[in-house]
């Protein structure tokens, strides 16, 4: 399972290392998308589908489904690790998520997320003060399903 917490530098050319618990789960070959709230999304090639979750089975003549997945397959890029877990973000992942020297990367059990690490101290900042009141919500939602 992915979890935890980790930081990391990226260089001017966008080059960056997924930490290496991660890549022990990830592989050698991944795929970094768009993600929500201006984050980028980490996943193997082979749960690349996993993304794709609410939109699979869904009528290419929804609106909803063609727009998701333009934004998360529109959006990839496939991506190699080298030996030492590197690789390049590419300039258009970089400039949506507003990335500068300063990376975060976040396990999130079946994928990652990559933030810049200033927009992510904001962020968490943010989540820590409304969780009970977002976990509260959820927990509503849970109720009307049954």
Known sequence: MLIGQYEAKI???GRTAIPKK???????NI????????SLIV??????Q??????AGRPFIEYETR????????G??????DSKGRFVLPPYLR???KVEDEIVFLGLSRYVEIWDKKRWGEYRGNLEKNIERISSRLVKKGEKNE
């Open 11 to 13: 260089d001017k050319k």
């Open 22 to 28: 991660f890549r022990e789960i990830l592989g050698n």
């Open 31 to 38: 795929i970094v998308t768009l993600g929500y709230e201006s």
């Open 43 to 48: 996943v193997s090639e082979t749960q690349w």
């Open 50 to 55: 996993a993304l794709l979750e609410g939109t």
């Open 67 to 74: 727009e998701t997945q333009r934004f998360l397959l529109g």
């Open 76 to 81: 990839a890029a496939s991506v190699e690790l």
């Open 95 to 97: 400039e949506f998520a």
